[in-house]
């Protein structure tokens, strides 16, 4: 039977159409699923929207429209590019399915059952962006701490959650299991500035807006955004507290969150005392990646710095994009997104190293035999480093993906990529086509690039599956196996540019006018 992998993306936020910072993390996702696919894994891979809160009340009053309507055009736009973006999700839900809504408001009675839910009165600083209350001493400079907005004073009636009462069991599962907060440095700040200070219990309700879910026996008050949004993560895959399904046992817990680093104190502080109190396993790791920028700083509205994907892959394509935005954010720290550097990785990478080999190779292969090629394994001491390279790719792409390093994976697969670029100059096939006596050796040169191309054109599935598509139709290989291959044949070649190199200054221009 084959290994399960759960993997999630945090729930996009109803409020506006995702820019090119927030679609980064579907893609991460996307790549990270396709490439468990890839080793045989049986993945689900769950992403969506969060659709609640009082933000969302504000901007339908706004438009003119009802809450609902708000998020129904703005869930469409989100489910449309992550589509655009070529991504293979299993599911999009949506906070506001009906399904959810009434799970939710099971689990919320079963935590005021037990004692883990009570009735209150919330005082303190509210940041309506952040739909989050903060004490004084959290401001920064008397502004929110997340977003640096200005906050307001509220007081009303609420449930809240006992964070309090999980606090000590949750810091030792943090430190039993060094990697349930990934990377490192995430880990220890919710340690250090978090739990080791001590847990305030947390507003579950609000009264002051109605654009959410009913808590069922106490119509006043709606479910307040962490406990709504976060156990979607469960209602979906069939949790139910009187009962749950197959497929939740199935996939719960999930093997990986994978949620901006922004977010990350509601993941492994909230999220767990949540599953605690449900008596559930806990997620086996929870991954905050890092941001990707523009120019100099954090993308927002009000900064005029807005990129938005789909009008990227309008411009470059969706392969050009993927694979900028894939390698060019660090494992840890922040990555930025300039059109120079965009236009000189398409250029570098994708037009001259990876489809300048292809193109090259299948010319070749057409130009010099008219007809199938095959290992005539008339072999010279240069082979065997191409060989070694391609045959040693998998352990090397996976010691990579497993800590989640995924630009390092894509170096990995580059770099057989530009070994083979340096086999053609070493081997120099124009030479060897000259000399009659030679077209054995020419055929094993070919045949040698033809496998560096197969393999890599399967390994690079999850992080550009339409090249790798298009790689496996000009070589008419079906490409599953990932080792080199020494009785292959190749036929019936076509050569079709992957990416074309682009004018840079033109382009530039071009995008400056717009």
Same mark, same amino acid.
């Given at each position: 039977?084959?290994?399960?992998?759960? +993997?999630?993306?945090?729930?996009?936020?109803?409020?506006?159409k995702?820019h090119?910072?927030?679609?980064?993390?579907?893609?991460?996702?996307?790549?990270?699923?396709r490439y468990?696919r890839?080793?045989g894994?049986d993945?689900?891979?769950?992403?969506?929207?969060?659709?609640?809160?009082?933000?969302?009340? +504000?901007?339908a009053?706004?438009?003119?429209v009802?809450?609902?309507?708000?998020?129904?055009?703005?869930?469409?736009?989100?489910?449309?590019?992550w589509?655009?973006?070529n991504?293979?999700y299993?599911?999009?839900?949506r906070?506001?399915?009906?399904?959810?809504?009434?799970?939710?408001?099971?689990?919320?009675?079963?935590?005021?059952?037990?004692?883990?839910?009570?009735?209150?009165?919330?005082?303190? $600083?509210?940041?309506?962006?952040?739909?989050?209350?903060?004490t004084?001493?959290?401001l920064?400079?008397?502004?929110?701490?997340?977003?640096?907005?200005?906050?307001?004073?509220?007081?009303?009636e609420a449930?809240?959650?006992?964070?309090?009462?999980?606090?000590?069991?949750?810091?030792?599962?943090?430190?039993?299991?060094?990697?349930?907060?990934?990377?490192e440095?995430?880990?220890?700040?919710?340690?250090n500035?978090?739990?080791?200070?001590?847990?305030?219990?947390?507003?579950?309700?609000?009264?002051?807006?109605?654009?959410?879910?009913p808590?069922?026996?106490?119509?006043?008050h709606?479910?307040?955004?962490?406990?709504?949004?976060?156990?979607?993560?469960?209602?979906?895959?069939?949790?139910?507290?009187?009962?749950?399904?197959e497929?939740f046992?199935?996939n719960?817990?999930?093997?990986?969150?994978?949620i901006?680093k922004?977010?990350?104190?509601?993941?492994?502080?909230?999220?767990?005392?949540?599953l605690?109190s449900?008596d559930?396993?806990?997620?086996?790791?929870?991954?905050?990646?890092?941001?990707? $920028?523009?120019?100099?700083?954090?993308?927002?509205?009000?900064?005029?710095?807005?990129?938005?994907?789909?009008?990227l892959?309008?411009?470059?394509g969706?392969?050009?994009?993927?694979?900028?935005?894939?390698?060019?954010?660090?494992?840890?720290?922040?990555?930025?997104?300039?059109?120079?550097?965009?236009?000189?990785?398409?250029? @570098?990478?994708?037009?001259n +190293?990876?489809?300048n080999?292809?193109?090259?190779?299948?010319?070749m292969?057409?130009?010099?035999?008219?007809?199938?090629?095959?290992?005539?394994?008339?072999?010279?001491?240069?082979?065997?480093?191409?060989?070694?390279v391609?045959?040693?790719?998998?352990?090397?792409?996976?010691?990579?993906?497993?800590?989640?390093? +995924? @630009?390092?994976? $894509?170096d990995e697969?580059?770099?057989?990529?530009?070994r083979s670029?340096?086999?053609?100059?070493e081997t120099?096939?124009?030479?060897?086509?000259?000399?009659?006596?030679?077209?054995?050796?020419l055929?094993?040169?070919?045949?040698?690039?033809?496998?560096?191309?197969?393999?890599?054109?399967?390994?690079?599935?999850?992080?550009?599956?339409?090249?790798?598509?298009?790689?496996?139709?000009q070589?008419?290989n079906?490409?599953?196996?990932?080792?080199?291959?020494?009785?292959?044949?190749?036929?019936?070649?076509t050569?079709?540019?992957?990416?074309?190199?682009?004018d840079?200054?033109?382009?530039?221009?071009e995008?400056?006018?717009?």
């Amino acid at each position: 039977m084959m290994e399960k992998y759960y +993997i999630t993306t945090a729930i996009a936020y109803t409020s506006g159409k995702p820019h090119i910072g927030n679609t980064y993390e579907i893609v991460l996702a996307d790549a990270i699923a396709r490439y468990k696919r890839l080793k045989g894994f049986d993945v689900y891979f769950q992403t969506g929207t969060d659709e609640h809160g009082e933000k969302i009340q +504000i901007k339908a009053e706004e438009k003119g429209v009802t809450p609902k309507e708000f998020v129904d055009d703005v869930a469409g736009e989100i489910q449309r590019i992550w589509d655009v973006m070529n991504t293979s999700y299993d599911r999009f839900v949506r906070t506001t399915d009906a399904n959810h809504e009434k799970i939710v408001q099971k689990i919320f009675k079963k935590m005021y059952d037990q004692g883990d839910i009570y009735l209150g009165k919330y005082e303190g $600083l509210y940041c309506t962006p952040c739909e989050s209350f903060f004490t004084e001493s959290q401001l920064v400079d008397g502004k929110c701490p997340d977003c640096g907005r200005e906050v307001q004073p509220k007081s009303e009636e609420a449930y809240f959650f006992k964070l309090s009462k999980y606090q000590d069991r949750l810091i030792k599962y943090i430190e039993d299991h060094p990697q349930f907060i990934q990377p490192e440095s995430r880990k220890n700040e919710m340690i250090n500035n978090f739990l080791k200070p001590g847990l305030q219990d947390l507003c579950v309700s609000r009264t002051s807006f109605d654009w959410g879910i009913p808590v069922d026996f106490d119509s006043k008050h709606v479910v307040y955004v962490w406990l709504d949004a976060l156990t979607n993560y469960i209602t979906n895959i069939g949790y139910d507290p009187d009962g749950s399904s197959e497929e939740f046992h199935k996939n719960w817990p999930a093997d990986l969150h994978l949620i901006g680093k922004d977010i990350i104190r509601f993941h492994t502080i909230y999220w767990p005392c949540f599953l605690m109190s449900l008596d559930l396993p806990l997620p086996k790791q929870v991954f905050g990646h890092p941001w990707l $920028l523009v120019g100099d700083g954090k993308m927002s509205k009000s900064k005029g710095n807005v990129v938005y994907a789909d009008d990227l892959v309008e411009e470059f394509g969706v392969d050009a994009v993927r694979y900028y935005v894939l390698h060019e954010i660090p494992f840890a720290n922040d990555g930025t997104l300039t059109y120079d550097l965009l236009i000189e990785r398409i250029n @570098g990478d994708l037009a001259n +190293i990876l489809g300048n080999l292809v193109n090259r190779t299948i010319s070749m292969v057409n130009k010099y035999f008219d007809g199938p090629v095959s290992n005539k394994k008339v072999v010279d001491s240069m082979d065997q480093g191409l060989v070694d390279v391609i045959n040693s790719l998998e352990d090397r792409v996976e010691a990579k993906m497993s800590k989640l390093e +995924i @630009g390092a994976a $894509l170096d990995e697969i580059f770099e057989v990529l530009r070994r083979s670029n340096k086999y053609i100059d070493e081997t120099e096939p124009w030479a060897l086509a000259k000399e009659e006596d030679k077209k054995d050796r020419l055929m094993t040169v070919l045949y040698n690039l033809l496998e560096a191309i197969r393999v890599c054109g399967i390994f690079l599935s999850p992080y550009l599956p339409e090249t790798s598509e298009k790689i496996k139709t000009q070589i008419h290989n079906d490409m599953k196996e990932t080792k080199y291959l020494e009785n292959n044949t190749y036929e019936s070649l076509t050569a079709e540019a992957l990416f074309m190199r682009i004018d840079k200054e033109k382009k530039l221009k071009e995008l400056e006018s717009k």
